[in-house]
């Protein structure tokens, strides 16, 4: 009866970690897409939410581990994922209450880590892991994206810098649909499989599904529709942020920083060294701007960004250790991580309760 | 070569094939605009000459715009 309970609960957890994921992430899709009015906002993340959802399907390469590499295979159990998802989406609600992008994939990574170093001690961390698959990317997305979008708007400007306005602007619109929808579709293919491969986890730990085997088609398609309605649902305040607090775009600028972070996204995909799409959009959205004029990028809020994705991992690997601790407080049952869950819905309601009594919070046309 | 837990040579390599990916998506996408908006004035002007010449360039570097974003998608969808 318990370990029903507890499987309940990692796959209504895994879903809302999904759901956070797509809100969290749908800035780096359509920020610029906004921002620039190469769409309205519904479109923009309707679109978003599509191809994040049909993107679900496209791969079904499912990780059989969370944070295979990172955190030592044999150690990960329920709980200790249950603990990584729960700082995962502790830390996606932070950053999105501050309205500042950070990786997902990081936060669950950190989430997992922190579960795993208070369940089974620093061993089961894997430093080399964690050096090459959270510290180096993380240096290498933001700078090779800044370069990319920085060589490729000045690029731009050279050839259509001298011809009117008005059908370049519309010309550079219709590069961000298609930029755009890119970046979702490649979204959907690597952040939906994590939740899949979560669910499938746990399924496997429960003896419901053989290991190796396929995920059931119903995980699919909830970890599909998860993502797209966070998606959809559309995380305003950091794609505020992305779209207009860091620079002021034109469509020129908006289609060099989707199209130069796609480049880069695919080109390292292609090459097999995945990079945070969250690190590459934000710097090509500052390697836009800082190619036409440095002082056009605004430096105090790229440091904000910066400061969160170095606490990225030890703040949910903190809460996600502190969520493990608290569950096993109450024993290997089901109690803790009902009550875990209840303590984070409450704080969660008590947070969105209180931002909707100081009006509304940031919105499309905010 | 590894330096620590880092394979340097990927990381090389995607040093450098990264913005030139970019550059390429860039480059024939500002080129497809530069040739419609040229053919537009060229039209205008009463220079058909010199608007099927930029028609062409924004047909070649559409096409071009194209096979890179047909790339991607393959990439995308061929993960392993």
Known sequence: ?366 | MRLAAVDTDALLELAWVAPLAAVVVSLTFSLLVHGAARASDARRGGRAGAATAYVALAVVAGLAFAATVVFGVIVITSKD
């Open chain 1, 1 to 366: 009866m318990d370990s029903d309970v507890i499987l309940v609960i990692v796959i209504a957890t895994a879903l809302a970690f999904d759901f956070t994921n797509g809100f969290h992430d749908t800035a780096n899709a359509v920020a610029t897409t906004v921002s620039t009015r190469a769409m309205s906002p519904r479109a923009a993340v309707g679109l978003a939410a599509t191809l994040n959802f049909a993107g679900a399907f496209i791969s079904l390469e499912v990780a059989a581990t969370v944070a295979n590499g990172i955190v030592d295979a044999g150690v990960i159990n329920e709980m200790i994922v249950f603990g990584g998802l729960i700082g995962a989406i502790a830390w996606n609600l932070v950053t999105w209450y501050f309205g500042l992008p950070s990786s997902s994939s990081h936060a669950l990574i950190g989430g997992v880590a922190g579960a795993a170093f208070v369940a089974e001690g620093p061993d089961a961390v894997l430093s080399d892991g964690l050096i090459e698959k959270v510290l180096i990317p993380a240096l290498v997305a933001p700078v090779l994206a800044f370069a990319a979008a920085g060589l490729t708007i000045l690029l731009t400007y050279r050839i259509v810098g001298r011809l009117r306005p008005g059908p370049v602007n519309r010309g550079y619109r219709l590069g961000q649909v298609v930029s755009g929808s890119m970046l979702a579709l490649a979204h959907g293919t690597n952040d939906a499989q994590k939740t899949m491969g979560i669910i499938a986890l746990a399924l496997i730990a429960h003896g419901d599904l053989a290991a190796g085997a396929d995920p059931p088609f119903w995980v699919v398609v909830s970890a599909a529709t998860a993502i797209a309605l966070g998606t959809y649902s559309g995380g305003w305040r950091i794609m505020k942020t992305m779209g207009s607090r860091i620079i002021k775009m034109d469509p020129a600028q908006g289609f060099a920083a989707q199209g130069g972070g796609a480049a880069v996204i695919l080109t390292a995909s292609h090459l097999g060294f995945p990079l945070s799409t969250t690190h590459t959009i934000a710097g090509s959205v500052m390697g836009a701007g800082a190619a036409r004029r440095l002082s056009a990028v605004r430096w105090g809020v790229a440091g904000n960004i910066a400061i969160a994705w170095v606490l990225t991992v030890p703040c949910a690997g903190a809460i996600g250790a502190a969520a493990f601790g608290a569950s096993r407080i109450f024993g290997e049952g089901a109690l803790g991580p009902v009550l875990v869950s209840l303590c984070v819905l409450t704080v969660i309601a008590g947070a969105f309760a209180r931002r909707l009594q100081r009006g509304p919070a940031l919105t499309a046309e905010a």
